[in-house]
């Protein structure tokens, strides 16, 4: 079966263009999650949604970052006025079961680059 | 809080031989414990869990870790290294959750 699909794989923006990272998770997986992963960093946890609704988004770096579920199935993390800060790889994971602490399944992430 | 300290950032095997990958962790209470891999340019792979059922814990691809209360580590082996194992590991507990190790990169050596 097809597993945690992430587009665009690579993203090039200019300092303070706004971005849009797309997440398909596994078919039925209940938890969705986002996290950040820096240059030889392990992934940062940044959001956490179960079904559409959207229980912990205290890993957002500022007000900037935004994330939504609207109809339980595919993300969008949403990045507003870009700086260099924000280039990271960003993956997305889910989980069949409700909860924070499941083993999740993983997709292949976006790799953010800011100019 | 919990958390986890992975204790070697690089390791480098040659191809047959064992790897140990060592992992720490800080709990108020025996946690889950979790062990993943990351190839370059990939999401991240789950090797093995621990939710302590029994404290030797065999994962994918040969790998298999060892839950040590006494010594707060849970060590990730393989007895012989394949070229294909060179990746990223993570080591990881859910408090609250997922709280990722800094990662150990191994190097595979012909």
């Known amino acids: 079966g097809a597993g945690v699909s992430q587009s665009p794989r690579y993203k090039v923006a200019k300092r303070g263009q706004d971005v849009a990272l797309r997440c398909d998770p596994i078919?039925?997986?209940?938890?969705l999650f986002w996290y950040q992963q820096a240059l030889g960093q392990g992934p940062e946890f940044l959001t956490y949604f179960q079904n559409e609704a959207q229980l912990d988004k205290s890993g957002l770096p500022s007000d900037r970052f935004f994330a939504e579920r609207p109809e339980g199935s595919v993300s969008t993390l949403k990045i507003q006025r870009t700086q260099q800060e924000d280039s990271a790889v960003y993956l997305c994971?889910?989980?069949?079961?409700?909860?924070?602490?499941?083993?999740?399944?993983f997709g292949d992430g976006t790799r953010l680059s800011i100019l | 809080a919990q958390s986890v300290t992975q204790l070697d950032s690089h390791v480098s095997v040659s191809e047959g031989t064992p790897v140990l990958l060592r992992c720490n962790y800080s709990?108020?209470?025996?946690?889950?414990l979790f062990w993943y891999v990351q190839h370059p340019n990939k999401g991240l792979q789950l090797l093995l869990k621990?939710?302590?059922?029994?404290?030797l814990v065999k994962g994918i691809n040969g790998f298999e870790a060892e839950f040590k209360k006494s010594e707060t580590s849970f060590h990730l082996t393989k007895p012989s290294a394949h070229m294909s194992d060179a990746a990223e590991y993570f080591c990881v507990v859910p408090g609250g959750k997922l709280i990722f190790g800094q990662g150990t990169e191994l190097s595979v050596k012909p």
């Open positions: 621990y939710t302590s059922a029994a404290t």
């Open positions: 078919s039925g997986h209940v938890s």
């Open positions: 709990s108020s209470y025996s946690p889950s």
């Open positions: 994971a889910s989980s069949l079961l409700r909860g924070l602490g499941q083993p999740q399944h």
